[in-house]
């Protein structure tokens, strides 16, 4: 384990944004985490814990020990006739995990595809497209506590998975360091086709047999056709989540806007944050070097040189104006750091 003083931040975020970080280790075991833990104790600084960077926005240089997971690797752990239980390093990239599973034939995260970041943020977050949740797929995690420097597991339970949330963004946030994932994954696929633009792509990709590898290459094109590429233009994919408001207040809406899609889940109706913040004129804005993505209004891009300030303020704005209209607060998925 190498500790780096004064690193530039630029090449470990998809936002692109130019901030450095005071100290600076990569860590590739558990070990080296819980070494990592002591270093920041004994500098007496915090410790921020970096994946893909693909979740974050920085708006200053980071007075911290910046901890970059590069944990890997895929081990399968058992099988039975239906399934397979998988063990993934938490510094595996996502959507290399997705195809490799998807060359195993193993079922329950195409739908997944092209999801920026790593394994170790997936239960985090509970990463979710197209009508799948990492919740479904989950069997569970180890996780270093940053107290104890013990290893603890957590199983599904344990978890607390909710709407683009778990137990590590709420009362355990900033508590644990995240090692390794388990997933239970199918041998026998249930298809799941009836979100989005899957079905209409598939039949116009002239695919009659369905298979994981149909859906994900889908998946795949649908994406590459509305989110711009991270490598090309600075972006965080989903910078808000989808608000989820009462049936009442869903009613009431629909009659001042007829229009308004909603989609009926555990907690009430879904409305597409997309479509609020399009209504509210913001799609394909640009102010100097930051913006509105022209395809999809709920990406915040960084057209070049762009300041993690500039798009905080813009992200408020937006948040603004569709609470005016709508009366409704959208919630990032991007973390301010």
């Not at 919740?135 to 978890?159: G, M, P, Q, Y």
Request: hydrophobic share 40%; net charge negative.
């Amino acid at each position: 384990m190498q500790l780096q003083e004064n690193i530039s931040l630029l090449p470990y975020n998809t936002f692109g944004i130019d901030k450095k970080a005071k100290y600076f280790v990569q860590v590739t075991d558990e070990s080296e985490v819980k070494e990592a833990i002591k270093v920041a104790q004994d500098l007496s600084i915090p410790l921020i814990v970096l994946g893909g960077g693909s979740n974050i926005l920085l708006t200053q240089d980071l007075k911290a020990l910046l901890v970059k997971i590069e944990i890997k690797g895929v081990k399968l752990l058992k099988e039975d006739e239906d399934h397979v239980w998988v063990e993934v390093g938490a510094g595996e990239n996502w959507h290399s995990f997705v195809m490799h599973c998807i060359e195993k034939n193993w079922s329950g995260v195409e739908n997944l595809s092209l999801i920026p970041g790593t394994v170790g943020a997936s239960p985090m977050q509970n990463i979710g497209a197209y009508g799948i949740e990492i919740k479904e797929v989950f069997e569970s995690l180890s996780a270093v506590n940053r107290h104890t420097l013990e290893t603890e597991i957590f199983d599904w339970e344990s978890c607390e998975f909710g709407y683009r949330e778990s137990v590590f963004k709420g009362k355990l946030k900033d508590k644990y360091i995240i090692t390794k994932v388990c997933f239970k994954l199918s041998k026998n696929p249930i298809f799941h086709t009836d979100y989005g633009a899957i079905k209409q792509t598939l039949n116009e990709n002239g695919i009659q047999e369905l298979s994981i590898k149909a859906i994900s290459d889908a998946v795949i094109q649908i994406r590459q056709s509305k989110l711009p590429d991270p490598k090309q233009i600075g972006n965080a994919g989903s910078f808000f989540k989808n608000p989820t408001i009462s049936l009442s207040d869903y009613e009431i809406l629909k009659k001042e806007f007829p229009e308004i899609p909603g989609y009926p889940n555990d907690e009430g109706i879904k409305i597409p944050a997309a479509w609020l913040i399009e209504q509210t004129g913001w799609k394909g804005k640009t102010f100097e070097n930051i913006g509105v993505h022209k395809n999809q209004p709920l990406v915040l891009v960084n057209y070049g040189g762009g300041d993690g300030n500039a798009l905080k303020k813009l992200s408020e704005e937006i948040q603004e104006s569709v609470k005016k209209k709508f009366g409704i607060l959208l919630f990032p998925e991007v973390n301010f750091l």
